[in-house]
């Protein structure tokens, strides 16, 4: 059989852990076989990022800014325990911060569903997708241990040499501080991603921040979002019948178990970080989340929406044959490789990428599945749930 050829390369950004593992079965198994894989590989895995001090990382970047599609393993986010574990020389930052501040996009998230699974909340009729902002806020926050009783003031310092400032805090004793950020320009990229999300997708957009409390900073939120949709969106959006919702953040939670689904939800990059673990947690299995940064410049970069799943990785350095579900790596691939599809016209390769997620879909519907699902699962019951190897196998069997 001739192999599907590609006119492009994909970035590809190869990881950590148990994601590690699957990343090269999923290829193994279910691409090579069939596509002539053209990819620009990166190793992300955390000893390469330590000894390019975290170059590869920018790099990495780069490259999907000027190809125009990644695909991206998850990866550690280094901590004080990961030093140690591996012997690092830095503690960089989270590779996916590193990346979203380069691509200044939008992450977009949306559960992967399966006619057997049912979300754990029964009034979900819809799937929710989160439309994360992806740039400053905590993710590029600096933050100080404050020893001793002493004055935190934040300062502006103007072109001019203009200066303004304000007290943070008056410190009796020690204590700690943070300084976080963002852009105007980030900002209205975010609520114009996301609006033309909607657009295509065709669902009702909410957001929500606190602007009760953060008067200027999640207030400047709103009312940007407010303008792009009166100035840029309100009619395109009224032509298709999608409606604009602003609310307080703990609102829009109470909302969202309660309601049915079926919206796009724009939440600040902390809140799309916690969020989209609820969503896609209540929606079946952190493993069926597929996840895609879009920046303004029209790069995208797939990946699951998961980490590297570090327990099953002891345990399968343990030796065992591990029940990690690969379906959020796979969908990284396939959406990676149908919008390569798209922008290259290739058609054929775009119909793969069809082809390999219905495969996953199916085994899934046919009760070959990994044991998150199975706990789940409302239509037939695998015997014994199997095992990454196995449903990997059953999958490329269909296909
Ligand atoms: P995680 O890797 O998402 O896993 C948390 C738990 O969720 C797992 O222990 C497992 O539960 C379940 N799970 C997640 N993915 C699964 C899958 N594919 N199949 C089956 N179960 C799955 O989060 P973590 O353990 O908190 O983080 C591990 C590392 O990942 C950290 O170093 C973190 O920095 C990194 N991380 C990376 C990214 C990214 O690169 N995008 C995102 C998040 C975290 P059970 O153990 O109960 O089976
Ligand atoms: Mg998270």
New binding site residues.
């Given amino acids: 059989m001739a192999k599907i050829g590609m006119k492009t390369p994909l970035v590809e950004i190869d990881?950590d852990?148990m994601t590690r593992v699957l990343w090269e079965l999923v290829k193994e198994k279910l691409i090579l076989p069939f596509v002539d894989l053209r990819t620009e590989y990166y190793d992300l895995g955390l000893m390469n990022r330590d000894a390019t001090g975290d170059g590869v990382t920018a790099e990495s970047a780069q490259a999907i800014l000027r190809l125009g599609v990644g695909v991206k393993c998850?990866?550690?986010?280094a901590n004080a325990a990961?030093r140690e574990e591996y012997g690092l020389r830095a503690l960089h930052p989270s590779?996916?911060a590193t990346i979203r501040a380069v691509l200044d996009g939008t992450v977009f998230r949306k559960p992967i569903r399966a006619a057997c699974i049912k979300p754990s909340i029964s009034s979900w009729k819809k799937p929710i997708v989160i439309g994360r902002h992806a740039y400053g806020d905590v993710y590029k926050a600096v933050e100080m241990e404050i020893e001793g009783p002493g004055r935190v003031e934040l300062v502006y310092t103007g072109p001019g040499g203009v200066r303004r400032s304000v007290t943070v805090a008056d410190f009796d004793g020690p204590g700690i501080v943070q300084g976080m950020h963002n852009k105007e320009g980030s900002i209205r990229s975010f609520a114009r991603a996301c609006f033309l999300y909607a657009l295509e997708e065709k669902l009702p957009v909410w957001f929500a921040a606190k602007d009760t409390i953060s008067k200027i900073y999640d207030g400047r939120f709103k009312a940007i979002f407010a303008e792009v949709y009166e100035t840029e969106f309100r009619e395109k959006c009224e032509a298709a019948g999608i409606s604009y919702f602003y609310t307080l953040i703990d609102d829009a939670v109470a909302r969202v178990v309660k309601g049915e689904g079926g919206f796009l939800w724009a939440c600040k990059n902390y809140d799309g970080d916690v969020m989209s673990d609820m969503i896609a947690g209540a929606a079946g299995?952190?493993?069926m989340m597929t996840s895609v940064l879009v920046s303004p410049s029209g790069a995208f970069e797939y990946?699951a929406a998961?980490?590297?799943?570090?327990?099953?990785y002891y345990r399968y350095r343990g030796g065992e044959k591990t029940s990690?579900?690969?379906v959020?790596l796979i969908f990284a691939w396939t959406g990676a490789l149908a919008k390569r599809a798209e922008l290259d016209g290739t058609a054929e390769l775009g119909d793969f990428a069809r082809r390999l997620e219905r495969a996953a879909l199916d085994a899934i519907e046919a009760g070959e599945m990994?044991g998150?699902l199975a706990v789940l699962s409302r239509g037939p019951k695998p015997a014994a749930a199997l095992n990454s190897w196995d449903f990997i196998d059953a999958i490329a069997g269909r296909l």
């Fill in positions: 990881g852990e998850a990866t550690i986010t990961r590779p996916n299995s952190l493993a990946e998961h980490g590297t799943v570090q327990k099953h990690t579900n690969p959020a990994t998150d």
